[in-house]
């Protein structure tokens, strides 16, 4: 089994920060793809960044210059600083990631069970 454990949400004013960490455990042999992705009431599940094992980043464009995605890939554990969080911002964020788990295996999605952050104006 893998886990996904998220941690870091809460409550902040607009213009604050937060800093999401999301540690995966269990059966791992290695780690692709990580990222975080969230959903906000009434809405799709939708990307915010993603970084691989090399640590080439992606981001939406409604986070860029304001979020940063970052790994430590010995700790199996992915980070996303938030920075002059808006309102729209707030959303459960959940973390993904695509896991191998032997060297015989493909690799597979894993999902965290998520983290609220709320952003208050």
């Known amino acids: 089994q893998v886990q996904l454990v998220e941690s870091g949400g809460g409550l902040v004013q607009a213009g604050g920060s937060l800093r999401l960490s999301c540690a995966a455990s269990?059966?791992?042999?290695?780690?692709?793809?990580m990222g975080w992705y969230r959903q906000a009431p009434g809405k799709q599940r939708e990307l915010v960044a993603t970084?691989?094992?090399?640590?080439?980043?992606n981001s939406a464009d409604s986070v860029k210059g304001r979020f940063t995605i970052s790994r430590e890939n010995a700790k199996n554990t992915v980070y996303l600083q938030m920075n002059s969080l808006k309102p729209e911002d707030t959303a459960v964020y959940y973390c993904?990631?695509?896991?191998?788990?032997?060297?015989?295996?493909?690799?597979?999605?894993?999902w965290g069970q998520g983290t609220q952050v709320t952003v208050s104006s």
């Open positions: 993904h990631a695509d896991v191998r788990r032997s060297v015989l295996s493909g690799y597979a999605p894993y």
């Open positions: 970084i691989t094992l090399a640590g080439t980043t």
């Open positions: 269990g059966s791992i042999f290695s780690i692709n793809v």
